[in-house]
């Protein structure tokens, strides 16, 4: 189940988790012997009072594997702020961020050869807390900057309220 309705709000980083973003996420946590399928995706949901901007569902066979979903433009310290707080509640953990596609093989370059300290310390907070970082431009395939990994929630989440606060699940 895709849930392609924002509860009536429209927000302009929503195309940042589409289709082929969603697709790249399940491939990269999927493999032969485990071939999860999507049981939902929710956009803009409440869990503990803070809003997640996307929620990716896969289950395989018992095995339920919750994704959280951080979108923003550009901004990347927010987004990494918004991240590292709410990352406790998923097993893994994306943000999504625009990017022009020219500077990535650029900044890549510099960050490893230590010319790029501003990116150098993000990459560093998003490793040390199992964060992922996916960049998406209309024009290119999703790209991964940093995949996440592994982390067992530290709260269970037992429901997830919309934006009007209506228990979904």
Avoid: C
Wanted: no cysteine.
């Amino acid at each position: 189940m895709i849930e392609l309705t924002v509860d009536g709000k429209n927000f302009r980083e929503d195309e940042l988790l589409n289709k082929e973003v969603i697709k790249l996420i399940v491939n990269k946590h999927t493999n032969y012997y485990s071939l999860s399928k999507i049981n939902a995706v929710l956009r803009h949901k409440k869990i503990k009072d803070m809003e997640i901007d996307g929620i990716i569902i896969l289950k395989h066979r018992t095995v339920i594997r919750l994704f959280g979903i951080e979108l923003k433009e550009y901004n990347i310290v927010d987004v990494i702020r918004q991240a590292i707080v709410r990352r406790r509640f998923f097993h893994y953990f994306y943000i999504i961020t625009r990017f022009p596609r020219h500077t990535i093989g650029e900044l890549m370059k510099e960050v490893v050869s230590g010319k790029n300290n501003y990116y150098l310390k993000h990459f560093k907070v998003l490793f040390k807390y199992k964060i992922g970082w996916i960049a998406y431009e209309k024009k290119y395939p999703p790209m991964f900057l940093l995949p996440s990994f592994f982390k067992k929630p530290v709260y269970k989440i037992n429901f997830i309220r919309n934006l009007n606060n209506k228990i979904i699940r």
